[in-house]
């Protein structure tokens, strides 16, 4: 496993705790999203696979075309 790719793990473990039920799968998206900016590439993304339902579906979403860009806005607030 990639350095990337072990740390998306480990940051979504921290994060998902803290965001409600309904919030998680975008966020998991978006994170996937800022990963794959910064030089993350595809072949890093399916080692993962598998490890989390919320990191494969915003994986999938990115990879099959599914994802909105316009969904990505990182100055929402998810409160609790």
Sequence with gaps: MSLGAGLLLEVWEVIQDHLPNNKREDMARKLV??????????????????????????????????????????????DN
């Design 33 to 78: 999203h800022i990963f794959s900016e910064h030089g993350m590439d595809r072949d890093d993304f399916m080692d993962i696979k598998g490890e989390d339902d919320n990191i494969d579906s915003a994986i999938d979403s990115i990879y099959t075309g599914d994802g909105d860009e316009s969904d990505l806005d990182y100055e929402d607030d998810y």
